[in-house]
């Protein structure tokens, strides 16, 4: 089994750019995952693992074997070496090189009647990341970020998605595109805005269905709102006239649930 116990190994090196740099990630097409459970639902979801790396006084080489079956390359570091790479404060003692997937709209597989969430230039890792747990929990068809402002594979997504970056199926593309998928698909869509709006539980969900959200701070661009079945509001009772994004696509996306019996 190969060993690596520098920093400055030039292989280590690299993966400290795949952690650190968007460009990095998108010239090479591959990405670092960090933690047992997040490498194991990344295999489940389809991605390919490249390399694996573990440090031994924290993981054993029999538990990486029967966490993942398939082939690949197994690299022994040294806790210097885990340290320069690994992105959480807790540490598990195991990392993976992955291939990125191309999340185009054309390889989503839908049901018959689904129910999609799509977000629009959402750009806090930790909201997308909020986001992805709560399509995860709903089980949804699907996840579409339009006009994305976050590359996917950034470490801080990859970490507050707790691997949900890889339970859910996510395609990215424009507005224009998305809006014209779905229509292509005759999948209503729904957008939550403040503007022309009327209370979300008063609409019907159990059709193929597709709730908009938007930034806090901007909401939805004027296309979503002009071009949507309609416009939806979540009635607020306080001061404010907002909520967080995450918890505004869950409360919608348990109302399309209970429509549709959970």
């Known amino acids: ?14 993966l400290v750019l795949l952690q ?10 591959t990405f670092l995952i960090e933690g047992l459970r997040e490498i194991s639902l990344a295999i ?11 440090l031994p006084e924290l993981v054993s080489e029999s538990e990486i074997n029967k966490l993942i079956q398939n082939s690949f390359q197994i690299i022994e570091i040294n806790k210097e070496v885990y340290q ?17 997937k191309s999340l ?14 799509v977000v629009e230039s959402l750009e806090k890792p930790g909201n997308i990341g909020a986001v992805l747990r709560t399509a995860d929990a709903a089980n949804l068809d699907a996840v ?31 507005s224009e595109e998305i809006i014209a998928f779905l229509k292509e698909k005759k999948i209503n869509f729904y957008s939550a805005t403040l503007q ?19 930034t806090e701070a901007t909401g939805l661009t004027q296309q ?29 996306i348990f109302e399309a649930k209970r429509q549709r019996g959970f």
């Not at 489940?44 to 573990?54: A, D, Q, R, S, W």
């Not at 579409?144 to 996510?170: E, H, M, W």
């Not at 979503?224 to 919608?252: C, F, K």
Request: aromatic share 6%; charged share 20%.
């Open 144 to 174: 579409l970020i339009a006009n994305p402002k976050s590359d996917l594979y950034n470490p801080n997504i990859v970490r507050s998605s707790v691997g949900c970056l890889f339970t859910n199926q996510i395609a990215t593309g424009t």
């Open 44 to 54: 489940k979801g389809g991605y390919e693992i490249e390399t694996v790396l573990f």
């Open 104 to 117: 185009q709209l054309s390889d989503l597989k839908l049901s018959d009647n689904p129910l999609i969430l």
């Open 1 to 14: 089994m190969k060993q690596i116990t520098s920093v400055q190994n030039p292989f280590i090196k690299s």
């Open 196 to 214: 022309n709006s009327t209370s979300y539980h008063t609409q019907n969900f159990t059709t193929p269905t597709a709730l908009v959200v938007g």
């Open 84 to 100: 320069k790479l690994a992105y959480r404060d807790t540490t598990e003692g195991i990392l993976a090189v992955a291939k990125t």
């Open 224 to 252: 979503w709102r002009d071009e949507a079945t309609q416009n939806i509001i979540i009635p607020m009772q306080g001061e404010i006239d907002s909520m967080n994004v995450s918890v505004a696509a869950a409360i919608l």
């Open 20 to 29: 650190e740099k968007s460009k990095a990630r998108k010239q090479t097409g």
